[in-house]
């Protein structure tokens, strides 16, 4: 059974950065794809991120590309989300999930099988 654990979100300014860290137990996730979510009041959870076992292959959603990177490390068990150029529509609980097909790149929620318990981000002024 995998655990994850996010951490790093808060408040940031419009234009500010942060970095999200989701940290694995139970087992190794180094043979895992990982995809961080998000999820605003009132709305649906969306795809933010997501990268396969190496860390090689990378997608995106369209609303984050180009401000978003996704990386991680697999000798501490842990998926990044580094969050530069924010904007007060990123504001949302962020989610990371792990999904057992290692090389897979997918964008839909349903893949993934183990999940966090979120953390707050606020974009504010």
């Known amino acids: 059974q995998v655990q994850l654990v996010e951490s790093g979100g808060g408040l940031a300014q419009p234009g500010g950065s942060l970095r999200l860290s989701c940290a694995a137990s139970?087992?190794?996730?180094?043979?895992?794809?990982v995809g961080w979510f998000r999820q605003a009041p009132g709305k649906e959870r969306e795809f933010v991120a997501t990268?396969?076992?190496?860390?090689?292959?990378?997608y995106y959603s369209d609303s984050v590309k180009g401000r978003f990177t996704i990386s991680r490390d697999n000798a501490l068990n842990t998926v990044y989300l580094q969050m530069n150029s924010l904007k007060p529509e990123d504001t949302s609980v962020y989610y990371c999930?792990?999904?057992?097909?290692?090389?897979?790149?997918?964008?839909?929620?349903?893949?993934?099988?183990?999940w966090g318990q979120g953390t707050q981000v606020t974009v504010s002024s």
């Open positions: 999930a792990a999904d057992r097909a290692g090389g897979a790149i997918d964008s839909s929620a349903l893949a993934y099988a183990y």
């Open positions: 139970g087992r190794t996730i180094s043979t895992y794809a």
């Open positions: 990268i396969n076992w190496s860390g090689r292959n990378t």
